[in-house]
């Protein structure tokens, strides 16, 4: 029965820390969906370029993955501002048939950073072997009679620190400045918002730059835990739009909790599944959230403010 | 004479093959015609309708599924297959339509995005039913030369032409149209959305399943990863149409014809092969930019991009 519970206990911890690093992910793709309306699918390709770049950085230079968080993300930023001035910005203007044709655009944006991916770095998988990599703090060190056994790994816990302070400081940008307030303020009614001299094409421009950076942040992040390989994107950009989902589209809070949500489920198939049934449980997510609760998680959140 | 260009287009294939071509044409020329079928499939459900799909490989694998588990575990003929898949693909595609098209927006092409991974994890976790990675082998194939496969893919791909032509010509093609210029002007209108979307997704989905186990035949071997992959099935589906043109009758058979040509010559160059997608991603990129309606949908403006600009007036 102890086993059990610490079985249990102990998933459920690896599932919030990977949630709070999910919800990093969740966030950018958000952010992008509330103030453009679409998504975007090179999300997780973004992410593998963050990735590839911390790991160069730290074969190359010994640069640990933590520090080069202050190297990606503005390389992601100005990525993605390249993406949005040079390739989507031009498509918003053509007339044609297909609503979508954004989205395939960025499809076609991803299809071609994994496939250089994988021209230039091969295929093999990577991963960065930091010397904390497997150092964990233990329950029964710091309480000796402790029942059950449980213990915190010091790379996932540092990692999910790192996300929340990525949090909190986009939450401070897009409540306190006034780039922040004009981003939300598009996101909210575009029209209004131009009507109110926000300039929204660059407010697009560095919202998709933004969301770049917030996910290459999470590509760093998952480095030291996780490994690479340049078809890795495809994967989390499942992850991140079925939290949009969750989260409701565009809705930030909904993305926070839509991506704890999602880890601590995940962990929980590979627990008692398997690792192999993880895409299907995020699935049966996606699903389960279409049918129950199309608005997703923050409409709940706002029917209890109404309730107020 | 336009009436009779199909018919005249099917009698030159029809007698193609007599001419005597090497095998490997004909196996271009296979992949080729399975490919418009595809296309088509998908420009029925995306073109007209206007509900992009992400995920045919979805359909077409779950046709190659079909007809090689009919194969691996009832010992019938794979060509059964083509039959079997016709109600197997219409429940799923029902299924899967009473989920995702109640609601609009990007949900449809997300769900049908993350249906070809789940797909292919199932196929792969699944190891009894469907021998997982190992894949399922047809240990002898029908026939050994390629002319008759040819013959009955393009029958296939025949009928699929006329019977979306048939569809779109009918009170139903003007119903998909209207909901793809606007869902809410129909619905006021009268028309069942939902129902209808199902409709068109359920036409789509069969026919990609019916050239997914046309494919389990031709080829004698499926694995997960073949059938359910995202780039080389679902986002080269879309490449056939988008390159090909929206919302045209011919656009799929001019996008496969180029794309499976184009994958064939950059893949025969040793150092660019590795990079085809990259190829395929910068095409795709120029397409929507510069011709969003495809080569098809877009013929007069290209024609003016090549005339010198005296030309014009």
């Given at each position: 029965?102890?086993?059990?519970?610490?079985?249990?206990?102990?998933?459920?911890?690896?599932?919030?820390?990977?949630?709070?690093?999910?919800?990093?992910?969740?966030?950018?793709?958000?952010?992008?969906?509330?103030?453009?309306?679409?998504?975007?699918?090179?999300?997780?390709?973004?992410?593998?370029?963050?990735?590839?770049?911390?790991?160069?950085?730290?074969?190359?230079?010994?640069?640990?993955?933590?520090?080069?968080?202050?190297?990606?993300?503005?390389?992601?930023?100005?990525?993605?501002?390249?993406?949005?001035?040079?390739?989507?910005?031009?498509?918003?203007?053509?007339?044609?048939?297909?609503?979508?044709?954004?989205?395939?655009?960025?499809?076609?944006?991803?299809?071609?950073?994994?496939?250089?991916?994988?021209?230039?770095?091969?295929?093999?998988?990577?991963?960065?072997?930091?010397?904390?990599?497997?150092?964990?703090?233990?329950?029964?060190?710091?309480?000796?009679?402790?029942?059950?056994?449980?213990?915190?790994?010091?790379?996932?816990?540092?990692?999910f620190l790192m996300a929340v302070i990525f949090t909190i400081a986009l939450?401070?940008?897009?409540?306190?400045?006034?780039?922040?307030k004009s981003i939300r303020a598009t996101a909210q009614d575009i029209d209004?918002?131009?009507?109110?001299?926000?300039?929204?094409?660059?407010?697009?421009?560095?919202?998709?730059?933004?969301?770049?950076?917030?996910?290459?942040?999470?590509?760093?992040?998952?480095?030291?835990?996780?490994?690479?390989?340049?078809?890795?994107?495809?994967?989390?950009?499942?992850?991140?739009?079925?939290?949009?989902?969750?989260?409701?589209?565009?809705?930030?809070?909904?993305?926070?909790?839509?991506?704890?949500?999602?880890?601590?489920?995940?962990?929980?198939?590979?627990?008692?599944?398997?690792?192999?049934?993880?895409?299907?449980?995020?699935?049966?997510?996606?699903?389960?959230?279409?049918?129950?609760?199309?608005?997703?998680?923050?409409?709940?959140?706002?029917?209890?403010?109404?309730?107020? | 004479?336009?009436?009779?260009?199909?018919?005249?287009?099917?009698?030159?294939?029809?007698?193609?093959?007599?001419?005597?071509?090497?095998?490997?044409?004909?196996?271009?020329?296979?992949?080729?015609?399975?490919?418009?079928?595809?296309?088509?499939?998908?420009?029925?459900?995306?073109?007209?309708?206007?509900?992009?799909?992400?995920?045919?490989?979805?359909?077409?694998?779950?046709?190659?599924?079909?007809?090689?588990?009919?194969?691996?575990?009832?010992?019938?003929?794979?060509?059964?297959?083509?039959?079997?898949?016709?109600?197997?693909?219409?429940?799923?595609?029902?299924?899967?339509?009473?989920?995702?098209?109640?609601?609009?927006?990007?949900?449809?092409?997300?769900?049908?995005?993350?249906?070809?991974?789940?797909?292919?994890?199932?196929?792969?976790?699944?190891?009894?039913?469907?021998?997982?990675?190992?894949?399922?082998?047809?240990?002898?194939?029908?026939?050994?030369?390629?002319?008759?496969?040819?013959?009955?893919?393009?029958?296939?791909?025949?009928?699929?032409?006329?019977?979306?032509?048939?569809?779109?010509?009918?009170?139903?093609?003007?119903?998909?149209?209207?909901?793809?210029?606007?869902?809410?002007?129909?619905?006021?209108?009268?028309?069942?959305?939902?129902?209808?979307?199902?409709?068109?997704?359920?036409?789509?989905?069969?026919?990609?399943?019916?050239?997914?186990?046309?494919?389990?035949?031709?080829?004698?071997?499926?694995?997960?990863?073949?059938?359910?992959?995202?780039?080389?099935?679902?986002?080269?589906?879309?490449?056939?149409?988008?390159?090909?043109?929206?919302?045209?009758?011919?656009?799929?058979?001019?996008?496969?014809?180029?794309?499976?040509?184009?994958?064939?010559?950059?893949?025969?160059?040793?150092?660019?092969?590795?990079?085809?997608?990259?190829?395929?991603?910068?095409?795709?990129?120029?397409?929507?930019?510069?011709?969003?309606?495809?080569?098809?949908?877009?013929?007069?403006?290209?024609?003016?991009?090549?005339?010198?600009?005296?030309?014009?007036?």
């Amino acid at each position: 029965m102890a086993a059990q519970v610490e079985l249990f206990l102990q998933t459920l911890i690896s599932g919030f820390l990977l949630g709070g690093l999910y919800a990093l992910i969740g966030l950018g793709m958000a952010l992008i969906m509330g103030v453009m309306r679409i998504i975007n699918l090179a999300h997780g390709d973004l992410m593998m370029v963050a990735m590839y770049v911390a790991y160069w950085l730290f074969t190359l230079f010994h640069i640990d993955p933590y520090l080069s968080v202050f190297v990606a993300t503005p390389l992601l930023f100005f990525l993605g501002v390249g993406l949005q001035k040079f390739l989507i910005n031009p498509v918003m203007k053509v007339e044609s048939i297909l609503p979508h044709n954004q989205v395939i655009l960025t499809v076609g944006i991803g299809m071609v950073l994994t496939n250089l991916a994988t021209v230039f770095f091969t295929s093999n998988y990577r991963s960065t072997p930091v010397s904390y990599a497997s150092k964990a703090w233990y329950l029964t060190d710091y309480w000796k009679e402790a029942p059950i056994e449980l213990s915190l790994s010091a790379p996932w816990s540092l990692s999910f620190l790192m996300a929340v302070i990525f949090t909190i400081a986009l939450w401070f940008f897009l409540t306190k400045t006034d780039t922040g307030k004009s981003i939300r303020a598009t996101a909210q009614d575009i029209d209004a918002a131009m009507l109110m001299g926000v300039n929204v094409g660059r407010m697009r421009v560095a919202t998709f730059g933004i969301g770049a950076a917030l996910v290459g942040g999470a590509g760093c992040l998952f480095i030291p835990i996780y490994y690479l390989y340049p078809t890795l994107g495809k994967q989390f950009t499942n992850i991140g739009f079925v939290i949009t989902v969750l989260g409701g589209m565009g809705s930030t809070e909904g993305a926070i909790i839509g991506g704890l949500i999602l880890g601590i489920f995940e962990s929980m198939t590979a627990t008692y599944l398997g690792m192999g049934w993880a895409p299907v449980g995020r699935f049966m997510i996606f699903v389960a959230a279409l049918i129950f609760l199309p608005g997703g998680v923050a409409s709940l959140l706002r029917k209890k403010r109404l309730g107020k | 004479m336009k009436r009779f260009l199909p018919l005249i287009i099917l009698a030159i294939l029809f007698i193609l093959p007599l001419v005597g071509l090497s095998s490997y044409i004909m196996h271009i020329l296979i992949l080729v015609t399975m490919w418009s079928i595809i296309g088509m499939a998908w420009n029925l459900l995306g073109g007209y309708c206007g509900q992009v799909s992400f995920g045919h490989a979805a359909f077409f694998g779950m046709g190659a599924y079909t007809a090689g588990l009919l194969y691996y575990h009832l010992g019938l003929s794979a060509w059964w297959g083509l039959l079997v898949c016709i109600p197997v693909l219409g429940v799923f595609s029902l299924v899967i339509g009473f989920i995702c098209l109640r609601l609009r927006g990007p949900y449809f092409a997300l769900a049908t995005l993350a249906l070809g991974e789940v797909l292919r994890v199932t196929a792969e976790n699944l190891v009894k039913f469907t021998q997982g990675d190992l894949g399922i082998l047809i240990k002898q194939r029908t026939w050994v030369e390629k002319t008759w496969y040819f013959y009955v893919i393009l029958l296939l791909a025949a009928g699929s032409f006329f019977l979306i032509k048939k569809v779109i010509e009918s009170k139903l093609g003007y119903y998909f149209v209207a909901i793809r210029e606007d869902q809410d002007a129909a619905n006021s209108l009268g028309i069942n959305t939902t129902l209808y979307k199902t409709i068109a997704l359920c036409l789509s989905g069969v026919l990609t399943g019916v050239a997914g186990a046309f494919y389990m035949n031709y080829m004698g071997y499926i694995d997960p990863t073949t059938v359910f992959p995202l780039y080389d099935i679902s986002i080269v589906t879309v490449m056939v149409v988008m390159v090909g043109g929206v919302a045209t009758y011919w656009g799929p058979v001019i996008g496969a014809l180029i794309m499976v040509f184009l994958a064939e010559v950059i893949r025969s160059v040793p150092k660019i092969g590795a990079a085809h997608q990259t190829l395929f991603g910068i095409l795709l990129i120029f397409i929507i930019i510069f011709l969003p309606n495809g080569i098809v949908g877009d013929f007069r403006k290209m024609v003016g991009l090549f005339k010198p600009r005296g030309a014009l007036k």
